[in-house]
C-alpha cells in the first residue's frame, strides 16, 4: 500500500521506503548517561528510531544534554519524544528531537484546549522539521470518543482521523499514525478501518503498527507477530514496535525479522501445508527454535484471526542450538506453539491471558520481576486476563479488558484494580503481589 512519506532526521517512514524497526528506551530520562548509553547500544543493535519518555517540562533539559551525547558520539539515530498529560511538553521538546509522539486521548484534559495546542505543536513542528506520531491507544480514546463511539476499533480510527484531519488543514503532512491495543483482533480491526477512512479522504498517512503491552517470553514474541504480520500481510504497515516486557534489545531481533520477512528479504521455513475441514496441517524444516515460533506466528495468525481455519497442527523439524535436527511433534513443541498461537490471535484459550506492558521512564518499580511472579503464582488460573502495567499512563485504560490489573503509582507503590475499578491503592511493591493473589481468592472462592 502507497502511503505518504514522513522524514523523521536521516530515516525516511512511507513511500518506497522499507520497513523502519524501533524501539524505546526503559531507563529514567533524567539520568541521562544511563539514557545516553542505552540509546547507543539500541543504536548499534539497528534501532531505525529510538523514544524517550519525556513526563513534563523539567525533562527537556535532559533530552537536550541526551541529544547532544550522542551526536557528540557519533549516533545520528533520530530521537522520538514520547508525550502523555503534557502538551506544554510536547511545544518545549519538539525543537529538541526529530519526531514528537502524542496520544489524542491524554494531550490535555480539555479537548477543545488540546486542539489549540496541538495546532500550536504543528507550527513549532513546522519551523524546525520536526515529525509527528499520532498515538492512539484503545485504553485512552477520551470520553468525547467513547461517549459517542465506545471503546471500539473503529472509534480509535475516527479519533485518529480528527487529527489528521487537522494536520491536512495545516498543511502539514511529516506525520506517522499508531492504533495500538494489546488485543489482536482489536489492533487489526483497527488499523484496517483506519486504512479505509484514509483512502476514502484521500491522503494515507505511513503507519506505526505494534502490539501494545505483549508481554514478555514466547508468548509476547508470538503475539506480537500474530498482529503486526497479519497487518503487515496486507502492506498495512512501514514502521514497527514489538513490545516485550523486557530489556528494550531483546525486542529488535523479533522486529528485523519481520521487517526482512513483509520486505521480502527472508521466506517462512514451512515447507507444506494442507488445509481440510478447516484445519490446516503444517511442515516446517527451521533452523532454530525461535524462527519456527515466529514463522508458525506470522504463517497462521492472519488465517486464525481471520477464521479462514479453525485449527492447527504442526509438524516437522528444527535445529537446536547445537545444530541437532529435534522433532516438532516429538518433542511437544508443535502441540505447545499452536495453544500459543491460537491463544494470540484469540481463538482459545489454554492459560491465563497476560496484558504487560515494556516498561519505560515513567516506571517506578521493577516491572519484569513483578510480572514473572504474577506469572509464576496465576499460571493455573486459566481463563482470567491479568494485566502488569509500569504506571498511570496507558495502565488503567489499556486493561480495560482485564479482570484484575496491577499498576505502578510510582514510590514503589502499586494500585489494585478489579476490571476498571482500584480496589487497594498504596499498596508497598513487596507485598502487592500476595495481595493480588488474595483479592483473586477471595473473588474466586478458592485459588
Known amino acids: ?57 523539567s525533562d527537556v533539559e535532559a533530552v537536550k544534554t541526551i541529544v547532544a551525547n550522542l551526536r557528540s558520539r557519533g549516533i545520528d539515530t533520530p530521537i522520538v519524544a514520547d508525550i502523555h498529560f503534557s502538551s506544554q511538553t510536547a511545544l518545549l521538546v519538539a525543537p529538541v528531537v526529530e519526531k514528537v509522539r502524542i496520544n489524542p486521548g491524554n494531550f ?38 467513547t461517549d459517542r463511539y465506545g471503546n471500539t476499533p473503529q472509534a480509535m480510527a475516527i479519533a485518529a482521523m480528527e487529527w489528521l484531519r487537522m494536520c491536512i488543514d495545516s498543511d502539514f503532512f511529516n506525520v506517522v499514525v499508531s ?27 505511513p503507519l506505526h503498527v505494534g502490539v501494545t503491552e505483549a508481554g514478555n517470553g514466547d508468548s509476547g514474541r508470538i503475539k506480537s507477530c500474530v498482529g503486526i504480520s497479519t497487518l503487515l500481510s496486507e502492506g498495512i504497515g512501514n514502521t514497527i514496535r514489538v513490545s516485550l516486557t523486557e530489556d528494550p534489545e531483546n525486542e529488535l531481533p523479533v522486529a528485523e525479522y519481520l521487517a526482512a520477512r513483509y520486505d521480502h528479504r527472508i521466506a517462512s521455513s514451512m515447507t507444506s501445508v494442507s488445509v481440510s475441514d478447516r484445519k490446516a496441517v503444517a511442515t516446517y524444516d527451521s533452523p532454530s527454535r525461535e524462527r519456527l515460533l515466529e514463522d508458525v506466528a506470522c504463517d497462521f495468525g492472519k488465517p486464525l484471526i481471520d477464521r479462514e481455519i479453525d ?58 520481576d513483578a510480572f514473572e511472579e504474577v506469572k509464576k503464582k496465576t499460571s493455573h488460573l486459566k481463563g482470567t486476563v491479568i494485566a502488569v502495567m509500569g504506571c498511570i499512563v496507558n495502565g488503567p485504560g489499556e486493561m480495560a479488558d482485564a479482570d484484575w490489573g496491577y499498576v505502578g503509582e510510582g514510590n514503589h507503590k502499586v494500585t489494585i484494580y478489579r476490571k476498571k475499578e482500584p480496589v487497594l491503592r498504596h499498596v508497598p511493591e513487596s507485598e502487592a503481589v500476595d495481595k493480588l493473589l488474595e483479592l483473586i481468592a477471595n473473588d474466586r472462592g478458592s485459588i
Open 1 to 57: 500500500m502507497k502511503t505518504l512519506t514522513a522524514t523523521i532526521g536521516n530515516v525516511r517512514i512511507g513511500g518506497e521506503s522499507p520497513i523502519v524497526i524501533q524501539t524505546m528506551c526503559n531507563t529514567h530520562t533524567n539520568d541521562t548517561d544511563a539514557t545516553t548509553e542505552q540509546c547507543v547500544r539500541l543504536a548499534e543493535a539497528g534501532s531505525g528510531l529510538i523514544r524517550i519518555t519525556v513526563p513534563g517540562p
Open 179 to 205: 492504533l495500538k491495543s494489546s488485543n489482536t483482533i482489536v489492533m487489526v480491526e483497527a488499523y484496517r478501518e483506519l486504512v479505509r477512512l484514509m483512502t476514502e479522504e484521500g491522503h494515507i498517512f
Open 108 to 145: 490535555h484534559r480539555d479537548h477543545s484546549e488540546a486542539r489549540k495546542q496541538f495546532a500550536a505543536l504543528l507550527e513549532v513542528c513546522k519551523k524546525h522539521g520536526t515529525a509527528i506520531r499520532i498515538g492512539v491507544n484503545h485504553g485512552s480514546l477520551g470520553s468525547y470518543i
Open 311 to 368: 485449527s492447527l497442527e504442526i509438524v516437522g523439524q528444527y535445529l537446536d542450538e547445537a545444530g541437532t535436527p529435534i522433532s516438532i511433534e516429538g518433542s511437544g513443541l508443535g502441540e505447545y506453539l499452536v495453544d500459543e498461537v491460537m491463544q494470540a490471535s484469540r481463538r482459545r484459550f489454554y492459560k491465563p491471558e497476560y496484558i504487560a506492558c515494556p516498561g519505560c521512564g515513567r516506571t517506578m518499580y521493577n516491572l519484569q
